[in-house]
């Protein structure tokens, strides 16, 4: 499986505080029967640079490879939509020209079907990570929907499947999946304990979701979409 929004990256953001947790998510990861992991740090902070993301990236593959774990790292972001006009921050997935992109918690802004629009001219493909726990998607699902299409899709998070982010992300991440919506599922893991790299529970959790083929979301999509083509 390949998780494609993961803060593994240690010392950069609010999730892997240090090498020795960076290491133990992997290993958690590994076990779940995840090969690929996309580190997604928030670029909130303007210093961390692509060139940075590449060079801690490497650092991190070299310890795993230490560590005898068999897991590769790609670079990504997550980018606050609020940063998306600025061009350096564009910064795609596991080299790719696919943007993962952090939609504000209570609102869907005016301004983004334009905006995506924007990007998408400029060769971009837009992921909206979790919008299931986006409070007015939760309100009104179908504003999310009619963002969606050729170039915008969406990822839920594994966790909010499983019920971990409360009844209203899982029932509007059930109701994606199950319409069709959702183009992946990644962790969004912080950590090694709260917020663990692990994506089986939630295939276990959308079992009974008619018509689904859940690997489609964690291995297929992930890899006909981004493919994995940047060099580790
Ligand atoms: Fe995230």
Known sequence: MIDIHNHILPGVDDGAKEMEQSVAMARIAEKDGITDIIATPHITDPHLTVEEINSRVALLNRELA??????????GAEIPFSM??????????????NLLVELPVH??????????????SEGYTVIIAHPERNMSVNRNVERLVTLLGPGVM??????SLIGRMGEPARACARY????????????????????????????????????IRAKKLVLDNP??????????
């Open 66 to 75: 230490a560590n005898n774990i068999g897991v590769r790292i790609h670079a």
């Open 84 to 97: 998306l006009d600025n061009r350096s921050c564009r910064i795609g997935l596991a080299g790719s020209k």
């Open 107 to 120: 609102c869907i802004p005016s301004q983004a079907a334009r905006l995506f629009r924007l990007i998408k």
């Open 154 to 159: 969406a990822q839920i998070t594994a966790d």
């Open 176 to 211: 994606l999946v199950k319409k069709g919506a959702a183009t992946f599922i990644a962790t969004d893991a912080h950590n090694d304990s709260t917020r663990p790299p692990l994506l089986s529970p939630a295939l276990s959790a959308i079992r009974t979701v008619k018509n």
């Open 223 to 232: 890899l006909q979409y981004i493919g994995l083509t940047d060099t580790v």
